[in-house]
Structure formats: C-alpha cells, structure tokens
C-alpha cells in the first residue's frame, strides 16, 4: 500500500506552542496534502504541496516535503485552541484513470490547550 | 446548496436491508468519490467516479455500488447491510484545478 502514515497518532501541546506532524509514504507521488477534521465533521483541504516542491506556506502553516525520504511535514505555528483537530496525510500518485484518487493516513489527533 | 451536500446525517439499519446514501454536489466538478473512516483506519476508498456515467471500484467495493447519471449526484447503495458496514461515510469531489478535494459532512451509519 501507499498509504501515508502520520507520526504522532496523538499531539498534546498549550497555545503559542508550534505543533509539528510527519507523513511518510510508500511510493513515489505527484503531490501530497494535508487536511484537517474537526470531530464529527467532514475534511477540510489544508495544503497541496507539488513533488516538485520542497517546502509550502500558507498562513501559519508549514509543509515540507522531502521525497527522497519518501516523507512530510506539517508545521502549524502559534497554535491555538481552535486548532484542535485530527489532521490527515494524503498521497497522490494517480497513474492512470483515477482522478486524483487519494490514500489518506490514519492521522494525528491534535490537542492544543488553553 | 453550496458544497457537497450528504443524506441522512445518521442512521441505524437492521442487517439485511437495503439502504442509499446520498450525495450530491452543486461545484460542477467531474470526479467523486466515496470514502468510509473507521477508527484506527483512517479513510478508505469504496468506490469512485471520474465523471458522469463512469464509475470505478476503490479499495474496499465489496457489498457496495454505486451510480452517476449526472455530474451533480453520486448515491452509494448497500444492497444488504452487514454490521462490518458500520461506519462514517463520507462523500467528496474534486476540483480539477486545484486537485483540492471537497468533502461532505458524512453520513453515521450503524447496522445491527
């Protein structure tokens, strides 16, 4: 499988703390993204990051992607309550017919405390 | 609407009945797909469609189908429902510009 995997499964930080979750994956890929799922709610697409790409911003994240290490980070800055969250991996490596078909991993539950 | 839209929100079904899930999308995107989150899991693909009148099999398809007869609906059917189909189900689209992928609120299925 290309399943990404996220490291930690579970991230307990207090606010203002940056907060750091890896992916690693299998295969090689076209690009990988980041989403985030509030309990009980759908994903939300965080950030695309190109195989081509080293390293993305977008407000107070932070992704870098080496792939010659087959691996991800995603970097959230200064966090906050409001950033708990699961935050998901997700790998493209569509050769073919699948449109952007996706394997997600199986997260990292962020806690993030007043 | 704007968005995905998914229905019911839950449900709870006796094993062995029929049941629909339905999604739909007013994006006008071309490929969706059905996902099903377990604990420990993460998201699997069940089954997918690159556009209108295709569909596909994902990573786990067995015990479901699915139709596109338009751009904007994609119901996924579980011809007859087993406890192991307990799950979120979540529905999503894709933008083929962004490859951004949207997703549904999901649908809570338990089946007893």
């Known amino acids: 499988s290309q399943q990404g995997e996220e490291d930690p499964q579970a991230l307990s930080i207090q606010e203002g703390e940056n907060a750091t979750m890896n992916c690693s994956y299998k295969?090689?890929?076209?690009?990988l993204q980041w989403y985030r799922q509030n309990s009980g709610r759908g994903l939300v697409h965080l950030i695309l990051?190109?195989?081509?790409?080293r390293e993305k911003h977008s407000g107070r994240l932070r992704v870098t992607l080496d792939t010659s290490k087959k691996s991800s980070s995603l970097l959230i800055t200064a966090s906050r309550a409001a950033d708990t969250a699961s935050y998901f991996c997700?790998?493209?490596?569509?050769?073919?017919?699948?449109?952007?078909?996706?394997?997600f991993g199986r997260g990292t539950q962020l806690t993030v405390w007043p | 609407i704007a968005g995905i839209t998914q229905a019911p929100t839950s449900q709870i079904l006796a094993a062995g009945r029929r049941m629909t899930l339905r999604c739909t999308q007013d994006?006008?995107?071309?490929?969706m797909y059905w996902y099903r989150q377990d604990l420990g899991l993460g998201l699997r693909l069940i089954h997918y469609?690159?556009?209108?009148?295709?569909?596909g099999k994902g990573e786990v398809p067995d015990g479901y189908s699915v139709s596109r007869a338009n751009t904007d609906d994609f119901p996924l059917t579980l011809a007859s429902a087993v406890p192991s189909q307990t799950s979120v189900y979540f529905c999503?689209?894709?933008?083929?510009?962004?490859?951004?992928?949207?997703f549904g609120p999901g649908t809570r299925l338990t089946v007893t």
């Open positions: 997700a790998t493209d490596a569509n050769r073919g017919s699948t449109l952007g078909r996706l394997y």
């Open positions: 295969t090689s890929i076209n690009n």
């Open positions: 990051i190109r195989s081509n790409e």
């Open positions: 994006m006008r995107h071309n490929a």
């Open positions: 469609s690159n556009t209108a009148g295709t569909t």
């Open positions: 999503a689209s894709i933008s083929e510009e962004t490859y951004e992928q949207y």
